[in-house]
């Protein structure tokens, strides 16, 4: 199977990122000190979320979510997830201090995308997975 790696970029200067046992990672959001959120499918198929701040991978996984992806990383390491359901459709979900859960109200698809340092999580929700999607803004 081929690797696609995550990468940093500074300057001339390419780092890959590639948390242990990755075979795919994907890098997201980076924050002022240098933090990155990165998805990552395993070697057992499995999708997992890590944060790396430069030296080492913290896995950041959803709990009980079949897979989940980190997608928005503030200043103040708070991250905001997109979390698949047993049935493949996707609701928000936040990392600030601990894990909450969340949907767009009456939307049967919600994914958030950013998040910043005035506790602001943009992305986008739709009734279906199919669209139309429209954007949202939820302050947390």
Known sequence: MSCANGFLLQGTTYTTLNPPGAV??????????????????????AFESSIYNGNTYKTINV????KSFALGLS???????????????????LLRGA???FDY??????QP?????????????GTTSNGPFSGFEATY
């Open 63 to 66: 709990p009980n979510a079949p």
């Open 113 to 125: 995308r950013g998040i910043n340092d005035k506790r602001v999580i943009v992305g986008a929700y």
């Open 75 to 93: 200043n103040e390491d708070n991250v905001a997830y997109v979390r698949m359901d047993s049935t493949g459709a996707s609701h928000g979900a």
């Open 24 to 45: 795919i990672s994907s890098a997201t959001d980076i924050n002022d000190r240098g933090n990155i959120t990165l998805y990552w499918l395993n070697s057992a198929g």
């Open 99 to 101: 894990y909450s859960k």
């Open 105 to 110: 109200p009456n939307a049967g698809y919600t």
